[in-house]
C-alpha cells in the first residue's frame, strides 16, 4: 500500500526531540505513537535510533505500508521492545489500530543506514515483500524521518523532472523517427508503465539513457528487479524478450550521444540480463556507433564474469563499466549473486583488463544494512578497491525483503559498524576515489563535449 504524500495523512504530536515509532492503519493513514521511541533494524538486530541516524525525510520519497509486519518500538522507562499492538493493549490505550510497519522508499542519491524494525504477524506464511529498499523511519516535532545518508546530488534524477504532460507526445515523435526499432518501443513501454529515468532520457533527448540488448544474465541474484521464480519475490517490471539487431541498437544510441546534454547511453538496464550474454552483437554496436560519433559516454553495466565477451566490448569503444557487487568477499558473493557460467575471479579478470586499457571502472555497490558494514565486508571491500585501482563506488540501497536476504546469506560473523562509518571510512581510505550514485558523463570525466 502507497501514499504519495504523508502530510495529509499523519497523525502527531508534537513530542520535542524524540524520535517516536510510526505505524499504519489499514487504510494506509500514517500514524506515531509517542510513548515508543523509533527503532531500527541492522541485519536482524533492533537498534535503538538515535539523532545522528536521522534526516529529514527527502523530497520524492515514497511512503508505504508493509503487509503482515507490526511496527516496533521502544517503551519509555522500561526499555521494552514492543509492538504498537502490545503496547496499547497492556497499556490500556485501547486497540483501535493495527499498528501496521511503515517504511521510507528513498529517491536515488540518498543511501540508508537501517531498515523498518517490526515482527511478523503470526500467520502460516508471512506476505513476501515486493522488491523495493526499504529505510527506517520515525517522526519528530510532527515532521517524517528517514534512517539515510545523502551520497550524491539528486537533482538530475528529481521526480518533477520526469512523468511531464509533454512525454506521450515526445514518446510519439521519436517513435515516429524509426517506426519500426523494437528497442524504442521497449523504451516507450519502459517510460509510461514503469517510469524508467534511463528510458524517459531517451525521448527527453538529456543525460543517461539507457538501451537494453539481452534477455538472459550470467547471474540468479537473490532479488532481481526484472526476473523471479514465481515463489520468491515479486517482479516490479518485465525483462526484455527479444535480443535487438545493431541497426536498432546504433539508431537511438547516435541520436542521443550527439544532441544529448551530459550524453550517456549505458547498457545493462532494469529490464534485462547481462548484457556481456550479447558480446558480439554488443561489441558490433559499440564500434558502429563510434565510427559515427566520439561524443558522449558509452557504459556498459555488468556483472562482469564473461571476460572473454568484456575483452570483446572493451576494445570496440567503450567508455566506462559498472560492476554489479554485493560483497567483495567470493562466500558472501557466490551466495548472492550464484553466478552461472563464471567464477569470482572472472570478475576480477574483466576488471583488470578494463583498467589496462583505461577504461573507468565502477563498482555498483549493492548496500544494506548489518551486511554492508560488517568488518570483514568492509575490509574485503577495501582491499578490493585498492588492488583493483576503482575509479568510483556508486552506492545502491538492495531492494529485497529484509527476512528473505537474512535467511539466504551467512550470518555475521563480526561486529557491524553502520554504514555510516563505512562510507566516511571509504572516504578517509581513498580521497581519490569517488563516492555516490551516478555514473558520470563526458563532462565530469574530462572527457569528449
Known amino acids: 500500500m502507497y501514499n504519495e504524500s504523508m502530510d495529509s495523512l499523519i497523525s502527531i504530536e508534537e513530542t520535542g526531540d524524540l524520535f517516536s515509532t510510526s505505524y499504519s492503519d489499514e487504510q494506509g493513514n500514517i500514524f506515531e505513537e509517542p510513548d515508543l521511541a523509533a527503532l531500527g533494524r541492522s541485519w536482524d538486530e533492533m537498534w535503538e ?111 518533477k523532472a520526469y512523468n511531464t504532460p509533454d512525454l506521450p507526445g515526445l514518446i510519439e515523435e ?45 547471474a540468479n541474484c537473490i532479488g532481481c528487479i526484472s526476473l523471479q521464480p514465481s515463489e520468491c519475490c515479486p517482479s516490479p517490471q518485465a525483462r526484455i524478450d527479444f535480443i535487438p539487431s545493431v541497426q536498432e541498437i546504433v539508431e537511438i544510441a547516435v541520436p542521443h550521444l550527439e544532441e544529448a546534454s551530459g550524453a550517456i547511453i549505458s547498457f545493462g538496464q532494469g529490464c534485462e540480463g547481462d548484457p556481456l550474454l550479447q558480446g558480439e552483437t554488443l561489441s558490433q554496436a559499440i564500434a558502429c556507433i563510434r565510427a559515427e560519433t566520439i561524443r558522449g ?66 563498482l555498483n555497490l549493492l548496500s544494506f544494512p548489518g551486511l554492508t558494514d560488517r568488518k570483514e565486508e568492509f575490509e574485503a571491500l577495501s582491499d578490493f578497491v585498492d588492488k583493483l585501482g576503482i575509479d568510483m563506488i556508486q552506492l545502491r540501497n538492495l531492494n529485497i525483503d529484509p527476512d528473505i536476504l537474512v535467511q539466504a546469506l551467512p550470518a555475521p560473523s563480526e561486529e557491524t559498524m553502520g554504514i555510516d562509518k563505512v562510507i566516511d571510512g571509504l572516504r578517509i581510505r581513498f580521497p581519490h576515489v569517488r563516492l555516490g550514485s551516478f555514473s558520470p558523463s563526458g563532462e565530469e570525466l574530462g572527457r569528449r563535449p
Open 174 to 218: 521519436r517513435l515516429g523517427e524509426n517506426p519500426n526499432n523494437r528497442l524504442l518501443q521497449q523504451l516507450a513501454n519502459c517510460s509510461l508503465t514503469y517510469s524508467c529515468p534511463t528510458a524517459q532520457n531517451v525521448f527527453y533527448r538529456r543525460w543517461e539513457g539507457g538501451i537494453p540488448v539481452s534477455p538472459a544474465c550470467s
Open 49 to 159: 535510533i538515535e539523532p545522528g541516524d536521522m534526516i529529514p525525510m527527502p523530497e520524492g520519497s515514497t511512503i508505504v505500508v508493509l503487509p503482515g509486519r507490526r511496527s516496533l518500538g521502544l517503551a519509555q522507562g522500561s526499555g521494552e521492545v514492543l509492538s504498537v499492538w502490545t503496547y496499547e493493549e497492556v497499556s490500556g490505550k485501547g486497540i483501535e489500530r493495527p499498528g501496521l510497519a511503515v517504511a521510507a522508499l528513498l529517491p536515488i542519491g540518498f543511501t540508508r543506514t537501517l531498515v523498518p524494525a517490526y515482527v511478523l504477524e503470526e500467520r502460516e506464511e508471512p506476505v513476501t515483500l515486493p522488491l523495493y529498499g526499504y529505510t527506517a523511519m520515525a517522526v519528530r516535532n510532527g515532521k517524517p524521518y528517514v534512517a539515510a545518508r545523502q551520497t550524491d546530488d539528486p537533482s538530475r534524477w528529481d521526480p
Open 297 to 362: 559516454i558509452l557504459n556498459l553495466n555488468t556483472n562482469a564474469g564473461l571476460a572473454t565477451e568484456m575483452s570483446k566490448v572493451l576494445r570496440a569503444g567503450l567508455d566506462s563499466i559498472r560492476v554489479s557487487l554485493i560483497s567483495a568477499r567470493e562466500e558472501t558473493y557466490n551466495a548472492y549473486h550464484r553466478p552461472r557460467g563464471y567464477s569470482f575471479s572472472n570478475v576480477i579478470d574483466s576488471i583488470k583488463q578494463a583498467k589496462d586499457l583505461g577504461v573507468y571502472v565502477s
